[in-house]
C-alpha cells in the first residue's frame, strides 16, 4: 500500500537560504508523486509532480524536487526561501486503483526568517 | 485560469443539522473528489466520484455522507447529521479524466471550513 512520511512537522529558514522538505514513500508499483502547498486560508495548489519522465522535476515559483529510487524519496527543494514561500507544503502520491485518489503526507509548514 | 470553487467557505452548524458543502469542478473535467483535513492532521481522502456515481470511497464516508452532481455544474457533499468529529476543512478537487489517471494533477478548491458546536 502506498504511503507518504514528510518529516519535520515544521522546518524555520532565513530568507536566501536553502529551503529542503523531506519527503519518504513507500509504494510497491512505481509510484507517482506530488507535492502540493497551501497559502494561508487558500486551497492546495500544485508545486510540481513526478511521473517518471525524469527524476529531477522543476516546479512553479523556483522549486524542485528530486525523485531518488534507492532512498525511497522525493525531497523538495529551493536555493533561495523568499519570504513568500512560507506556507504550508504537502506530499502525496496517487494511489493507481479505480479512484486515482491522493494520499497526503502530515504536512511541513515552511517558516522564512527575515 | 480556470479553478474549482466552492461554498461557502465557512459553515457553523449544531450537532446533528444537515449540511451540504458545494463545489464547482473546473467546466471540462470529469472526475471529482471530496478530502477533509482536521486541523492539525493530514489531508484524508472521502469519496471520489465518475459519470454519475461514486468510484471509490474511504471508510470514512459512512452512512452518513453523500455526494450528488445535481444540475452538471454542481458537486456537492451532504453531511445528514454532523458530529463533532466531522468539523475539518473540506476540499473538493477535479480532474479532467484525459491521458494516464495516476499522473494527473488534482486542481484543489479553497476549502469550506466546517464547525460543529
Known amino acids: 500500500a502506498q504511503s507518504v512520511t514528510q518529516l519535520g512537522s515544521h522546518v524555520s529558514v532565513s530568507e536566501g537560504a536553502l529551503v529542503l522538505l523531506r519527503c519518504n514513500y513507500s509504494s510497491s508499483v512505481p509510484p507517482y508523486l506530488f507535492w502540493y502547498v497551501q497559502y494561508p486560508n487558500q486551497g492546495l495548489q500544485l508545486l510540481l509532480k513526478?511521473?517518471?519522465?525524469?527524476?529531477l522535476v522543476k516546479g512553479i515559483n523556483g522549486f524542485e524536487a528530486e525523485f531518488k529510487k534507492s532512498e525511497t524519496s522525493f525531497h523538495l527543494t529551493k536555493p533561495s526561501a523568499h519570504m513568500s514561500d512560507a506556507a504550508e507544503y504537502f506530499c502525496?502520491?496517487?494511489?493507481?486503483?479505480?479512484?486515482?485518489?491522493?494520499?497526503f503526507g502530515s504536512g511541513t509548514r515552511l517558516l522564512v526568517r527575515p | 485560469e480556470p479553478e474549482v470553487t466552492q461554498t461557502p467557505s465557512h459553515q457553523v452548524t449544531q450537532m446533528g443539522q444537515e449540511v451540504i458543502l458545494r463545489c464547482v469542478p473546473i467546466?471540462?473535467?470529469?472526475?471529482f473528489y471530496w478530502y477533509r483535513q482536521i486541523l492539525g492532521q493530514k489531508v484524508e481522502f472521502l469519496v471520489s466520484f465518475y459519470n454519475n456515481e461514486i468510484s471509490e470511497k474511504s471508510e470514512i464516508f459512512d452512512d452518513q455522507f453523500s455526494v450528488e452532481r445535481p444540475d452538471g455544474s454542481n458537486f456537492t457533499l451532504k453531511i445528514r447529521s454532523t458530529k463533532l468529529e466531522d468539523s475539518a476543512m473540506y476540499f473538493c478537487?477535479?480532474?479532467?479524466?484525459?491521458?494516464?489517471?495516476?499522473?494527473?494533477?488534482?486542481?484543489f478548491g479553497p476549502g469550506t471550513r466546517l464547525l460543529v458546536l
Open positions: 467546466s471540462n473535467h470529469l472526475y
Open positions: 502525496a502520491v496517487s494511489k493507481g486503483d479505480s479512484s486515482y485518489k491522493l494520499i
Open positions: 513526478y511521473t517518471s519522465a525524469a527524476t
Open positions: 478537487a477535479s480532474t479532467t479524466g484525459q491521458g494516464a489517471r495516476e499522473e494527473e494533477t488534482q486542481y
